[in-house]
């Protein structure tokens, strides 16, 4: 991913007079190192961090036309289908590369995943519902900020998952090469709260995908705003190759169908969906 590019982004609460929200944005932009606004229409920035009574969300309110207005980006992972058969089906692409095979055997052990791309989260809470135990791992702070909010919300409906679900703001790559001296800096994301995952079974990588082809369709605005926020992942290929030093397992890598394996090196199997699909490389 590319630097965060913070300085694209403001704080701001709406309603603006609200004393409530107006403290809670200014929290934010200390903990974020963003400026704070008080009124949401004057902005001279590109996006806005906006603190409303009901979720954080992210406005674009300038700069690329092409994702700027409209619906506002932020989390709902309560949309997820998470307890349908269909959503729990361990046979789906994703369930089949982590190695999830019987709900049986969740009762003796609990796959440990680290989700090292975690963006708007949706494949952290999916594997969390599905029995794993996760620690999504974003390093850019305002989507890391806008998943943690939806996470919250989202508790508030599946209650059981949380437990299974830890999130940090952090730079995977870096605490990847900690982790591969197994001197990890205790001050850091792994700390003795976060202990179990410092032997993972499984890391996922989900890194920025190509960008699409002229006359293929527009991404979807949630993606174009994080490809705007973090860029195009020049470094995937560097934290594939920490990835595998330190999965006890196997790294799983999800690909657009059609595109090239990562790195080139070619996966021990591959879990394919309508449109994805899901390279295993299993640690030897």
């Not at 190695?99 to 809470?125: M, Q």
């Not at 995952?197 to 920025?208: C, E, G, S």
């Not at 790294?251 to 394996?261: E, G, M, N, Q």
């Amino acid at each position: 991913m590319a630097s965060p590019a913070t300085s694209l982004v403001a704080v701001c609460p709406d309603p603006p007079r609200t004393p409530s929200l107006l403290k809670a944005a200014a929290r934010l932009s200390v903990n974020l190192g963003l400026p704070l606004l008080e009124r949401p229409w004057r902005t001279g920035v590109e996006m806005l961090l906006v603190v409303t009574p009901r979720r954080l969300e992210l406005r674009v309110v300038g700069g690329d036309i092409t994702i700027a207005g409209g619906r506002p980006v932020y989390v709902d992972a309560s949309k997820l289908d998470v307890t349908s058969p269909a959503g729990r089906r361990l046979k789906q692409p994703m369930a089949k590369a982590v190695g999830l095979k019987r709900l049986k055997d969740l009762e003796t052990h609990r796959p440990i995943v680290i989700d090292a791309t975690t963006g708007w989260g949706a494949d952290s809470f999916l594997l969390a519902s599905l029995g794993c135990e996760v620690l999504a791992v974003e390093r850019h702070p305002v989507v890391h900020a806008l998943w943690h909010d939806g996470l919250l919300r989202a508790i508030s409906k599946w209650p059981s998952v949380y437990p299974r679900l830890s999130a940090v703001n952090a730079d995977a790559r870096a605490m990847f090469h900690r982790m591969a001296r197994r001197n990890p800096d205790r001050s850091d994301a792994m700390s003795a709260k976060l202990g179990r995952f410092l032997v993972p079974d499984v890391i996922y990588l989900d890194p920025m995908f190509p960008t699409r082809k002229p006359g293929r369709g527009a991404e979807p605005k949630p993606l174009r705003v994080l490809r705007r926020l973090v860029g195009d992942d020049p470094d995937a290929t560097g934290l594939f190759r920490a990835a595998l030093q330190v999965a006890r397992r196997r790294v799983i890598v999800k690909r657009p169908l059609r595109a090239a394996s990562l790195d080139d090196m070619a996966p021990t199997a591959s879990h394919k969906g309508k449109s994805l699909r899901y390279d295993v490389y299993v640690v030897k």
